[in-house]
């Protein structure tokens, strides 16, 4: 069973890779690939750290899957200012 949960968690991953980099491929912006992605990859490897059912390495999955939130309002805020301050030195 558990097995089947690390493959869930690995094909999940793929899809949402897969789509991220098509649609900034569509945009023209595949240097950004890496601050969309290295979430996504942290909450999963966090995720799959949390199944395992050693005391260590949930404690380490928990903090994975915390922190990709704080990473995610973190990447959001710093675009909004960056798009601001283009905005406005125009």
Do not use: N
């Not at 069973?1 to 595949?30: D, P, S």
């Not at 909450?43 to 999955?61: M, N, P, Q, T, V």
Request: net charge positive; charged share 15%.
């Amino acid at each position: 069973m558990i097995y089947l949960q690390y493959f869930l968690i690995v094909f999940g991953f793929t899809v949402y890779l897969i789509l991220i980099i098509k649609l900034l491929e569509h945009f023209g912006r595949k240097d950004m690939a890496l601050y969309f992605v290295s979430p996504i990859f942290l909450y999963c490897l966090g995720f799959a750290l949390r199944l395992s059912g050693e005391k260590s390495f949930i404690d380490i999955g928990y903090f994975f899957t915390d922190s990709t939130s704080l990473i995610i309002y973190t990447i959001f805020s710093a675009m909004l200012v960056l798009g601001q301050l283009k905005y406005w030195k125009k």
